[in-house]
């Protein structure tokens, strides 16, 4: 068993985890707020977290991952939480959730025509 500590602001979620469960499913357990759309499919990156400590305590960035984060995953030291899986004790700060820009369309706001 591993302890994962998940951090954000001055609140605290902790557990302990068997080895290869991933952040995503370990934050789901303690009610830490890690966001998913995709549920953890690997499309959305809205489980984008930071390593504050154990980076080398989580499974290696696979193809999928190095390819929605970029190669500088290992300077940013953000992860997927649906990606990495745990293999030592971690300490990971929740980020807040980044939105898609919204895009101009045939719904945007017109000014009214009297
Ligand atoms: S949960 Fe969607 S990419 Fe990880």
Redesign the pocket.
């Known amino acids: 068993m591993h302890r994962v500590r998940f951090q954000k602001g001055d609140d605290v979620w902790e557990m302990e985890v068997p080895e290869g469960t991933s952040l995503?499913e370990a934050a789901r357990d303690c009610d830490a707020p890690v966001q998913?759309?995709?549920?953890?499919?690997?499309?959305?990156?809205?489980?984008r977290v930071k390593v504050v400590d154990g980076f080398e305590a989580l499974s290696p960035p696979e193809a999928l991952e190095k390819d929605?984060l970029g190669n500088i995953f290992h300077i940013t030291r953000e992860r997927?939480?649906?990606?990495a899986q745990v293999c030592g004790d971690v300490t990971i700060e929740v980020l807040e959730v980044r939105l898609p820009a919204r895009k101009k369309g045939r719904f945007s706001k017109r000014p009214r025509r009297n």
Request: with cysteine; net charge positive; glycine share 16%.
């Open positions: 995503l998913t759309l995709c549920n953890g499919v690997g499309t959305c990156i809205q489980c929605r997927m939480g649906c990606q």
